[in-house]
């Protein structure tokens, strides 16, 4: 059958989605930490990149400093986290990694939304009146929008794809499938965690540009 009619046999297989370490077990843990990882990645880079690309000051810094979290691998994060203290805080070491992973592009989409909205827009709503916080949500806001979607994608997709490395320091999520492929000799299982895990990851950005599509402020102005 092949490689992948192996991994196809063992994704059908019924047993392998139930228990502790079945599949449903698996797609839990890994939505759970990807979820909380995105969301305080947002927490953090968004209110920033949104408040500096309004003012228009230090934005080019602030997504300088962000760019380290790019430069540094997300393994060796877990590493130093699984030797410190924080080893036997559960998921914390894999969630704090993974922010790092994520607020770059959350905080560089955004600021450039920000910042690339027509100046002019801008000043002719100032000349209407508008005070700060009305310009942000009704101009600024609303224009950045397609940007700061791209981010949000593409850190959604990241943070769900690398999720998987928290295996190799004992952490859950659909990483563990292939840990335990590769520990068993199981190609099949190795391959088709692989599976799951690009799948996931292609239908998070397909429900965030649906998600997009359907919150997005332009559409429902039009």
Same mark, same amino acid.
């Given at each position: 059958? =092949?490689?992948?009619?192996? &991994?196809?046999?063992?994704?059908v #297989?019924?047993?392998?989605?139930? =228990?502790?370490?079945?599949?449903?077990?698996?797609? #839990?843990?890994?939505?759970?930490v990807?979820?909380?990882?995105l969301?305080?990645?947002?927490?953090?880079?968004?209110?920033?990149?949104f !408040?500096?690309?309004?003012?228009?000051?230090?934005?080019?810094?602030?997504?300088?400093?962000?760019?380290i979290?790019?430069?540094? @691998?997300v393994?060796a994060?877990?590493?130093i986290?699984?030797?410190?203290?924080?080893r036997s *805080?559960?998921?914390?070491?894999?969630?704090?990694? !993974? +922010?790092?992973?994520a %607020?770059?592009?959350?905080l #560089?989409?955004?600021?450039?939304g920000?910042?690339?909205?027509?100046? &002019?827009?801008?000043e002719? *709503?100032?000349?209407?009146g508008?005070? =700060? @916080?009305?310009?942000f949500?009704?101009?600024?806001?609303?224009?950045?929008? @397609?940007?700061?979607? #791209?981010?949000?994608?593409?850190?959604?997709?990241? +943070?769900? &794809?690398? &999720?998987s490395?928290?295996?190799? +320091?004992g952490?859950?999520?659909?990483?563990?499938?292939?840990?335990? =492929?590769?520990?068993?000799?199981?190609?099949?299982?190795?391959?088709a965690?692989? %599976?799951?895990?690009?799948l996931?990851?292609?239908?998070v950005?397909?429900? !965030?540009?649906? !998600?997009?599509?359907v919150?997005?402020p332009?559409?429902?102005?039009?």
């Amino acid at each position: 059958m =092949g490689v992948l009619g192996d &991994a196809w046999t063992w994704l059908v #297989t019924g047993s392998n989605w139930s =228990g502790e370490g079945g599949i449903w077990t698996r797609l #839990t843990e890994h939505l759970y930490v990807s979820g909380v990882a995105l969301g305080i990645a947002c927490l953090i880079a968004l209110p920033v990149a949104f !408040l500096l690309g309004h003012l228009g000051k230090g934005g080019a810094l602030a997504v300088n400093v962000s760019n380290i979290g790019r430069a540094v @691998p997300v393994f060796a994060v877990l590493a130093i986290f699984m030797v410190s203290p924080l080893r036997s *805080a559960g998921y914390v070491p894999t969630i704090v990694a !993974l +922010v790092l992973f994520a %607020v770059p592009p959350l905080l #560089t989409n955004a600021y450039v939304g920000m910042r690339e909205v027509d100046r &002019a827009v801008v000043e002719a *709503a100032r000349g209407m009146g508008m005070s =700060g @916080p009305q310009l942000f949500l009704r101009v600024e806001l609303p224009l950045a929008y @397609p940007l700061v979607m #791209t981010g949000l994608r593409s850190a959604a997709v990241q +943070v769900v &794809a690398t &999720a998987s490395i928290a295996a190799m +320091v004992g952490q859950g999520g659909l990483g563990r499938i292939i840990t335990a =492929g590769f520990n068993t000799y199981d190609t099949a299982q190795v391959v088709a965690g692989a %599976v799951l895990v690009a799948l996931l990851a292609l239908v998070v950005e397909g429900a !965030l540009v649906l !998600l997009g599509r359907v919150c997005s402020p332009l559409r429902k102005s039009a």
